[in-house]
């Protein structure tokens, strides 16, 4: 071992000079036949941990921070300790610390600042004791500053006491100093590789390369662009994405090694100890640029100077102060650049010249620095060894991590000592946040270090394999111990304000834990789970929004079938919670967790929307009495409703909701009605009584003058009511089958392209509106109501148009792929332009942005932007052009016809409710949907007159029938109900009516469209009946478009 510096009294074998300075390497006589491990210098004392666990002191003795009551001019073992193995030792100006390899921690020395941790405050201790306090756990790791002490356990948790004149302890300002170690809480849950101290700040580093300072920052060794002292830890933003693997601290100076093997240097550089060739303090991370050709693998600061290894050529460099030979350039003046130490250095993978006396050479293996003292560990050329790298974490220096490895101890210790201290250390480490958060680090490509509010820098599989593993018998008393750590100690402990996103891993890992999916846990793992996240502070729960928006989907969807669960777990018990309050309690839980997730998939579309539906409510949960209840909750009823989570109902439930809400504004409507009639007997007017229902007489052969005609003198509140329509001249009561006659027709008349209302797409079979027209605003603000009303009387009508059009109905923009479905030549050309991979477009396409239609057999060139016609489509432009293109045909074109449609449709169907329903359920509940069931329209059926379910005409009916193929399948119900889509509630709802007639083979069967009814003649053969049906069939025209 070689050391140099200044050493006043109790030199270590070595030779100095009057003023007890060593300006150059010397080798140290007391260590020539023992193997040091480490060493630590003080203020004016030198701490020897050697290889077999002994601790040698020297130096100044007048606070006992020797340990012993020998004189310090020569290294003595301390005695006190001689029964312990000892793996890590620390000073501060006059105290020590010894750290054995049982995580117990002695202290000794200088205690009037509370340093020593022994809850007194005595001037000095002689001999080491230990720290009591810490005594319950396993310390892992020590750094003393002057008068302040740092320690981190294995179970994450981190301990200060001492002085905190400066807020070294990152206790806040309310706390003096510190007699006994206390709990720095404001780190808790992050993962830490290391902490460091100088001489009153302090500093701790995350595995993923976080760093956070707090103390004294009069010259700017925090990092944090100025020099405001700090008393809690704060993150030294400008180093996140430096890759930061360890911090050594000067007394006033602060120097970082990266993982690249680059060295920034902060704070005070009066004596140049920043190496940035100026004596300047720097208040902010700087590279030291002298070293950025070299890979630098340890670095050392003393009292103020800094050291860095470059194990490629084996040298030391060393900067700053050297006015006591602390620096070993033979010299004893100041340096403010890295400067090689003086001697014979060479690298352990170099090669030396056949001249080179290789026993003059050392290779160095580590370097240690404090005060004004410098040691370099290291071996002679012939027998080296490696150099330690300070890049590479030693696992058993921080944060236990959890790991196949970690879980084969545990089993082992589990199996031989199932004993109380054993339960203990085992569940210690699965109760810590930290241990979990730094256990799944994504180390492909060092992905970890690049954790941010956007990146969580884990390894999800990994998680998810070893929980897989644990699932396993032979790990069952394990097992047994997560279920208790995470239940009472890890989940009701998370923070709602972490410090760090290294700190917030724990709530995607907890996740994968298989039995949050056993409903047995739900009210012990998984609702509180969803508790603590919905605890979360606006900042941290956009994090966990962010990271949600990276996962998978397979991750994803886990996550919302896993409070879907829980979810119907309640609803099907929730008669066994004797408590009312939990219950509602635990179900808001669970439902704001998976209204938290559906806004996160409304941005990233990691699932289908359908994916967060619960069929099985309607069965559970009377819908429309938690709409009543949900309507009273908007008007400041107190309660618990699902409605306000509408996203968990299928299009069933949002139309039943809202027909709900129809039957309640009709309801309301007849109610006022009804008094006013009552006021109007009263007050003998009965002349003016109002009736109940939107009554509508109409003539069919003036159908759409007459429903304008009637619908204009009704107000908004008339077209809440129950509809009933009469037609001039017949006597039939309208049951229901009238309204729905009207409405087909109608809708056929309004909707027949001779009036230019609409233009008929062929290719796809839709309507959109047309450019241009001629006719009045009415005629379309008439069609809107005409919808609305459909909608609000539960009718199903045969409507073309693309999705396009629910979208806009519930401020969806259109985009190219509802184009491809309206036009699908048109929507594939433009995405052949986007496609297009050449650079020639402009020559290619021949494009500008215009675009042309034909308006009454003349083709009009329109503009899509001002000066349109004079911008050519290129390569840039293009995504701007079909944008431009797809909105002129969804909304500039069309306008003013869409503005008076949605006018009128909105006037009878808008409200909150219909803004629950996503554009395809809009469209499946106004005209329908394809899912069909032949065999429940079979089973469903009603039959009158003779025929019954077994009847030989039936059942040769329904033989025919399921043999037809689905085209001619969809046209009998076109033919039987009006429309070839079946309502949303399914075929159930149809239930098709069948009578017999009396009238002869030869006669077709009859469809009554409006009452779903079937006029069947009594066919005495399959062939006969399929021959006359099919005639029948192709015979119809409808009120179809096509």
């Known amino acids: 071992m070689l050391c140099w510096g200044y050493w006043s009294l109790g030199q270590p074998g070595i030779s100095t ?20 491990k480490e060493v630590a210098c003080g203020g004016n004392h030198s701490v020897f941990l050697l290889e077999d666990g002994e601790v040698y002191t020297c130096g100044l003795n007048t606070k006992g921070q020797l340990g012993h009551e020998r004189e310090g001019n020569k290294p003595e073992q301390i005695g006190a300790l001689a029964d312990q193995h000892i793996i890590h030792v620390a000073c501060g100006e006059s105290h020590s610390l010894a750290l054995s390899d049982r995580g117990q921690l002695f202290s000794w020395g200088a205690g009037s600042d509370g340093q020593l941790g022994l809850m007194t405050t005595e001037d000095s201790v002689a001999v080491p004791r230990l720290i009591q306090k810490l005594n319950q756990q ?9 008068w302040h002490c740092l320690a981190l356990a294995a179970d994450g948790q981190f301990f200060t006491w001492g002085k905190n004149s400066h807020g070294q302890l990152g206790l806040g300002k309310e706390f003096p100093s510190q007699a006994s170690p206390q709990r720095v809480r404001s780190l808790e849950g992050i993962p830490l590789a290391q902490v460091a101290a100088g001489g009153a700040h302090s500093f701790a580093l995350s595995l993923s390369g976080a760093v956070f300072g707090w103390g004294m920052n009069n010259a700017g060794q925090l990092g944090l662009s100025d020099e405001k002292d700090r008393e809690s830890p704060c993150h030294v933003k400008l180093l996140r994405t430096q890759k930061v693997v360890y911090i050594s601290c000067g007394e006033e100076h602060t120097a970082v090694l990266t993982k690249s093997g680059g060295v920034f240097t902060f704070g005070a550089g009066s004596c140049g100890q920043l190496g940035h060739d100026s004596m300047n303090d720097e208040v902010n991370p700087r590279r030291v640029l002298e070293l950025m050709g070299s890979e630098v693998t340890q670095i050392a600061c003393g009292r103020q100077h800094t050291l860095a290894f470059v194990p490629s050529s084996g040298l030391i460099y060393a900067f700053g102060c050297g006015a006591r030979g602390q620096l070993g350039t033979g010299h004893t003046c100041n340096v403010k650049c890295p400067s090689p130490v003086k001697g014979y250095w ?12 290789r026993f003059k050479y050392h290779i160095v293996k580590q370097i240690f620095s404090g005060g004004d003292q410098t040691f370099v560990l290291c071996s002679k050329y012939e027998n080296s060894s490696p150099a330690v790298d300070f890049r590479t974490m030693n696992q058993a220096h921080y944060t236990s991590l959890i790991n196949d490895e970690t879980i084969a101890v545990w089993r082992q210790k589990l199996s031989e000592h199932n004993n109380a201290n054993t339960i203990n250390g085992v569940v210690q480490i699965l109760s810590s946040a930290a241990c979990w958060n730094g256990s799944f680090l994504e180390k492909k490509i060092d992905e970890h270090f690049k954790t941010s509010p956007k990146i969580p820098g884990i390894d999800l599989n990994s998680t998810r394999v070893l ?19 995470f239940e009472s100690c890890l989940i009701p402990q998370l923070s709602s304000s972490p410090p760090d996103v290294e700190a917030m891993r724990i709530y995607l890992i907890l996740p994968e834990f298989p039995l949050l999916q056993d409903s047995k846990y739900y009210i012990t793992l998984t609702i509180p789970l969803a508790m603590a996240i919905l605890r979360l502070d606006t900042n941290p729960s956009k994090v966990l929004d962010n990271w949600w928006s990276q996962v998978c989907p397979k991750y994803f969807m886990k996550l919302v079938n896993l409070y879907k669960g829980a979810v119907l777990y309640l609803l099907r018990g929730r008669k066994t919670f004797l408590i009312p309050v939990l219950f509602n309690n635990y179900i808001t839980a669970a439902l704001k967790l998976l209204e938290k997730l559906y806004k996160v998939n409304l941005k990233v579309k990691h699932v289908e929307y359908d994916t967060f539906y619960i069929p099985e409510i309607s069965s559970l949960v009377d819908i429309q009495e938690d709409y009543l209840m949900w309507f009273l909750h908007q008007a400041g009823m107190d309660t618990v409703t699902l409605c306000s989570y509408p996203f968990i109902f299928d299009a069933q439930a949002k139309t039943k909701m809202l027909q709900t809400d129809a039957e309640l504004q009709m309801q309301v409507a007849v109610n006022g009605a ?24 109409v003539r069919r052969n003036n159908l759409v003058g007459d429903a304008l005609r009637e619908l204009s003198i009704h107000s908004d509140i008339d077209l809440k009511k129950p509809l009933k329509v009469i037609f001039d001249g017949e006597e039939a009561v309208d049951a229901g089958g009238v309204t729905k006659e009207f409405f087909l027709l109608l809708l056929k008349e309004l909707l027949n392209p001779i009036y230019g209302m609409f233009t008929y797409y062929q290719d796809s079979n839709l309507l959109w509106f047309s450019d241009t027209c001629f006719v009045e605003h009415n005629w379309f603000h008439l069609i809107g109501i005409t919808c609305g009303l459909a909608i609000y009387n539960s009718t199903v009508v045969d409507l073309h148009f693309p999705l396009a059009l629910y979208k806009k109905l519930l401020n969806v923009k259109p985009g190219l792929e509802d184009l491809k479905e309206l036009s699908p030549t048109e929507g594939r050309s433009l995405q052949e332009l986007l496609d297009y991979p050449g650079e020639d477009v402009e020559e290619t396409f021949c494009l500008n942005f215009t675009i042309c239609r034909e308006s009454y057999g003349v083709i009009e060139q329109k503009k899509l932007i001002p000066g349109g016609d004079n911008v050519t489509v290129c390569k840039d432009n293009r995504q701007e052009f079909v944008d431009a293109y797809v909105n002129y045909v969804f909304q500039i074109s069309v306008h003013e016809w869409y503005t008076a449609f949605s006018s009128g449709f909105l006037k009878v169907c808008g409200g909150k409710v219909l803004e629950l329903f996503q554009p395809s359920e809009l469209r499946a509940m106004m005209v329908g949907n394809s899912n069909y069931n032949w065999e429940e329209l079979e089973e469903t059926a009603i039959y009158k007159g003779d025929y019954s379910a077994t009847h030989p ?59 779903n009814l079937l006029d069947l003649p009594k066919y005495s053969s399959k062939e006969i009946l399929s021959a006359r049906l099919t005639q029948a069939l192709d015979n119809y025209e409808g009120f179809s478009l096509a």
Request: glycine residues 4%.
């Open 953 to 1011: 005409t039936v059942k040769l009916f329904w033989e025919t029938f399921h043999e037809f193929p689905l085209e001619k399948k969809k046209k009998f119900l076109l033919f039987l109900t009006g429309s070839d889509r079946i309502p949303i509630y399914g075929m159930a709802s149809l239930q098709i009516v069948i009578q017999s007639t009396a009238s002869g083979e030869e006669y077709l069967p009859v469809a009554h469209t409006c009452y």
């Open 17 to 36: 000079n009057l003023q007890g300075i060593v300006a150059e390497p010397q080798v140290c006589g007391f260590i020539s036949d023992r193997s040091v």
């Open 346 to 357: 060479a690298a352990h993978s170099g090669q030396l010249s056949a001249r080179a006396d």
């Open 674 to 697: 009804n008094l006013q009639n009552v006021f109007m007997l009263l007050t003998l007017e009965p002349l003016l009584a109002r009736s109940p229902f939107l009554v509508l007489h």
């Open 467 to 485: 929980f897989e593993k644990l699932m396993n018998s032979q790990h069952s008393m394990i097992l047994e111990q997560i279920l208790n750590s």
């Open 138 to 146: 396993t310390i892992l790791q020590v750094s003393c500053g002057n």
